[in-house]
Nanobody, 126 residues
């Protein structure tokens, strides 16, 4: 099982950037799809982005396309979420989660993800 640990959240002004990190305990990220999810106050948790195990093919929530980029560095067993042009509506607790990859394009279906990190707060405010 891949147990993820998030870091990198913080306070940023609108239009700014943050990079979130998801550190993995497994030596081969290729066996896992990694997803980023977020939960804003008073709202349900939603999928933001995921990266497919073997292919590194990404998937994005429509509202973050063109602003967020997910990528991984296998050498340091870490998946990153680069967030640019941040908006106040991006404010949320961001969670990293993992699931065994089936070799197909990853999907942002929360029940499929078995292991979750503790979350990191992202606040976009002037």
């Amino acid at each position: 099982q891949l147990q993820p640990v998030e870091s990198g959240g913080g306070l940023v002004q609108p239009g700014g950037s943050l990079r979130l990190s998801c550190a993995a305990s497994e030596s081969d990220l290729g066996y896992y799809d990694i997803g980023w999810f977020r939960q804003a106050p008073g709202k349900e948790r939603e999928g933001v982005s995921c990266i497919t195990g073997r292919t590194s093919s990404p998937n994005y929530l429509d509202s973050v396309k063109g602003r967020f980029t997910i990528f991984r560095d296998n050498a340091v067993k870490t998946v990153y979420l680069q967030m640019n042009s941040l908006k106040p509506e991006d404010t949320a607790v961001y969670y990293c989660a993992s699931k065994r990859s089936l070799g197909r394009q990853c999907v942002l279906d929360q029940p499929l993800y078995r292991n979750w990190g503790q979350g990191t707060q992202v606040t976009v405010s002037s």
